[in-house]
């Protein structure tokens, strides 16, 4: 098969389920090369509980398979109406459409991971081919099944001085390490919007954090953070990853404390694990760093982790402007990937044997 460019659309969700982010752009899985737009749609509240109900579940287990479908089909639902807006306004064919929703489970030991979202229902609603289901083959042979985007962000590295590292703070924290010879390094660092955003659910009876403002106006607990980080997790060497609920029974810490003083302590804690991750796991100091994925729109949380990382730890930090990283871009990247049959995952990402594909594709023909 020749490779060569797809429109392709991507959806994504993952571990904090606030919103569906969607992305569409140009891409072979090797180089990005336009980004037709980018932008995201609110999960509603009653959605979010629903969701939230089947953390943990088990969608190979006929009981918990009972509760998972029509929240499943829920949120499939929301993927097409977001699908068929975008087709509605958009003036560019769409080859290809890629779609990982929220994660209710990620067990390593037990090698399973699920992410909501029928693709077998979208292809037949759209015609179009549709991939899903990327960590799977990744888990099943070994790996940690996640981060899987390294490919994405070593595209985008090419405008990096390198080293250069990615933040990536979705529901939980990743980094990406891309080296002077485009070498790869990934694995979850610690908690992120998932963690925040459960907190101010249950304390403030609200989504999230918005724009940081709780936690601007609270003052950290050190204590509290430092305890946190001897987590066994921290001292575990890579390649390694995270359920979302992997630090739900640390939450008891924060109770007590002011919504302000809870949000900020979180956000330290978030920052520190990045600090942590970035001086203590990486192979060199990098010379660029990006904060991307949901975190680094709360400007709170960005200021935390430029706080923590002084200098002699990055050389500097890219902006947003120089370079477009988003959780869509990346999904619909590696849709691309698994339409050509190119791996997404690697012994230095994963910890999986060797280079390998991931994704389901659902087509006329599967």
Not at 199 to 225: C, S
Request: charged share 20%; proline share 5%.
């Amino acid at each position: 098969m020749m490779i060569k460019p797809l429109n392709v659309l991507g959806l994504m969700s993952g571990t904090s389920f606030d919103s569906i982010r969607y992305a569409l752009i140009s891409t072979d899985g090797v180089d990005i090369y336009q980004t037709y737009l980018s932008s995201y749609v609110p999960i509603a509240e009653f959605l979010r509980s629903k969701i939230s109900l089947i953390l943990g579940k088990n969608a190979s287990n006929p009981d918990d398979k009972i509760l998972i479908d029509p929240v499943e089909n829920d949120v499939t639902r929301l993927m097409i109406d977001v699908i068929r807006e975008i087709m509605s306004s958009s003036s560019q064919k769409i080859d290809l459409i890629g779609i990982e929703g929220p994660t209710i489970i990620h067990d390593v030991q037990a090698k399973y991971t699920y992410q909501l979202g029928k693709g077998r229902q979208i292809f037949d609603e759209f015609s179009i081919p549709v991939v899903t289901h990327f960590h799977n083959a990744d888990l099943m042979n070994g790996g940690q099944g996640s981060p899987i985007t390294a490919t994405y962000y070593h595209a985008l590295a090419s405008n990096f001085e390198k080293p250069a590292v990615f933040i990536n703070v979705g529901g939980m924290t990743s980094l990406t390490y891309i080296g002077d010879l485009g070498e790869m390094v990934a694995f979850d660092c610690g908690p992120g919007n998932a963690m925040l955003n459960d907190f101010m659910k249950k304390h403030a009876h609200v989504a999230m954090d918005y724009n940081g403002q709780m936690a601007a106006l609270g003052t950290p607990h050190a204590k509290i953070v430092g305890g946190l980080m001897k987590h066994d997790f921290f001292a575990k060497l890579p390649p390694k990853s995270l359920d979302r609920n992997a630090f739900k029974d640390k939450e008891e810490h924060f109770e007590g404390l002011s919504v302000e003083d809870g949000a900020a302590t979180i956000v330290d804690f978030i920052a520190q694990s990045i600090h942590h991750a970035v001086t203590e796991m990486l192979p060199q100091k990098p010379k660029t760093a990006l904060i991307c994925g949901g975190g680094a729109m709360n400007p709170s949380l960005v200021r935390a982790i430029r706080f923590k990382l002084k200098q002699e730890d990055i050389n500097a930090f890219a902006s947003h402007d120089d370079v477009k990283a988003d959780d869509a871009s990346a999904i619909g990247f590696l849709a691309a990937r698994r339409f050509y049959n190119l791996p997404i995952t690697f012994p230095s990402t994963t910890g999986v044997g060797a280079p390998l594909i991931g994704g389901k594709i659902y087509s006329k023909e599967s």
